[in-house]
């Protein structure tokens, strides 16, 4: 129907494809492309040379020149739109994605790419676009539950050990993190949520994400991540939905969504918001060597105040044992230590006597069972008495050992107690050898009986000449 | 602290800094200084063994046909190793 009349109205104009049976008019040569852009270009920059379009604008760029690139939308089209430098600035105001706009300006057509665009020389803002309408209203409702307060957002572990990512797969977002992690801390584990971050579904996906990983459990730290981009680009991260599931994450969050100009509702309810994906790999962890010096520095002044506290309390310790009163106490120490010394030495005898006595009574014994051998019932008997006198043999060897053992740890804890060498300084112990005791007093010793006289290195024998009692 | 749990290392390290800024401080008995030197040094040996704890594997989650982690038969999450990045060197 449509190609009827498409056909009936170019026949009227004097064109013609052919049709069937009529006679065959002259065939009109074809436009070629050039010269079919060269119309459509003259129709158009002729017809709308001057218009007035209101619109919202949407993935403006900035080029180096000085001109502003972007497009003028509404929600069924959008056209390209450029201000040259000259009239960009005159603007009175800083244009932005998302803003809606009065442009007043002419078609241009681009021939080489058989593209037109609408060259601006008037831009006045009309106030907020849609979506930033949007942005606003859902921002405004979850400040007020809260959501975005400081005191909700929770502290990021010093020391994570496994990372999770909500991002694309591809593209430069994942290798900038995982660059940036391997660089700062080689052993942390990292586990990539592979999620569509823009575009249809591309919410439901990120939800579905970070709802995943909270599920999996054993996650230190979450980051969602997006490159840059226009308002609608990055809208995904600015549903309610995603906000939520932030909100409801038990793993810490870090918001990690365009550049540093761009804010989402994503970087107001997560634990921490970066400027950029690169920041936010480096906001998940200290550099190892960081840590490692931290702890290695703690570890040095740990010894150190130790060392400093040894030295002041040896110090202390010295003071007071070079003390007088304390020195003498430490000789009197000394002194014990050798009468526990000699009361050793006293045991041993006695012990060594009584074992040497036990031997003899036993050989005895065994001597006149021999003479009794006529008699083989005694044989048991012997064996017996032999065991018992091995076996009383054995007891007093141990009781020997036993007594020495604590004796000898006695006598060296007192000597412990006495780390002056208080013979090194010149005093002496005397003995009276009849008596063999340590004297105290001229009493216990009498004219003419030999001492021993115990010096710091070696000892001395002598007699009493006369006594001198205090 | 609990006696049968392991402090995390942000608490470890906290706890050790604490340790020697009283150390630091000198007001203690030799008893007590020996006693937090000993809990110090093995709070530094803790910090340093969680340093070298993970084992830097990168994986990539698997999706079934509904976009749900697809499980393996002990119904843990299926992944993939993702390569590591390549330095910038």
Known sequence: MALIECRRDMQQKGLDFGGSGEPRPARRRALSVSELTERVQGVLETEFLDVWVEGEISNLKR??????????????????????????????????DGMHVLARGGL?????????????????????????????????????????????KRPLPALP?????????????????????????????????????????????IVRGIQTLNRLGDLDIMILARGGGSLEDLWAFNEEAVARAIVSSRIP????????????????????????????????????????????????????????????????????????????EQGRLHVRAQRVDEAVRRGQRALVRRLERGGESARRLRERLEAFRWDRQLAARRERLAWRTDHVRALFREGLDRRRAGLAGLAGRLEGLSPLAVLGRGYALVWDETSGLLLRDVAETDDGRPLRIRLHRGAVRATVVSREPE | MKKNEEPRFEQALAALERIVERLEKGELTLEESLT??????RLSRLCHGKLEEAEGKIEMLLKDGKGEPALDAQGRPKTKPLPPPEDEA
């Open chain 1, 253 to 328: 969050t870090i918001s990690a969504v365009g550049h540093e100009t761009d804010f989402t509702i994503s970087d107001f309810v997560a634990d921490l918001r970066a400027p950029t994906p690169s920041a936010a790999a480096e906001r998940v962890v200290q550099a190892k060597e960081e840590l490692q010096a931290r702890i290695s520095g703690a570890e040095k002044r740990l010894h150190a105040a130790l060392r400093l506290g040894l030295t002041r309390t040896r110090a202390r310790v010295e003071a007071a044992a070079a003390h007088r009163v304390f020195a003498a």
């Open chain 2, 36 to 41: 937090l030197y000993e809990e110090g040094i």
């Open chain 1, 108 to 152: 241009r057509v681009y021939p080489p790419r058989g593209e037109y665009q609408i060259s601006v020389q008037v831009l006045e803002p009309l106030g907020k676009g849609s979506l930033a309408q949007a942005f606003e209203e859902l921002k405004e409702k979850l400040e007020k539950e809260g959501l975005f307060d400081a005191a909700r």
């Open chain 1, 161 to 205: 050990r496994r990372v999770g990512v909500v991002t694309s797969p591809t593209g430069a977002v994942i290798r900038d993190i995982l660059r940036v992690l391997r660089r700062r801390y080689a052993n942390l584990e990292v586990l990539l949520y592979p999620a569509r971050v823009q575009g249809e579904g591309a919410a439901a996906e």
């Open chain 1, 63 to 96: 080029a180096s020149s000085g001109h502003i690139y972007f497009s003028l939308k509404d929600d069924r089209a959008q056209i390209r739109a450029v201000v040259w430098r000259t009239d960009a600035r005159l603007l009175r105001f800083r244009p932005q």
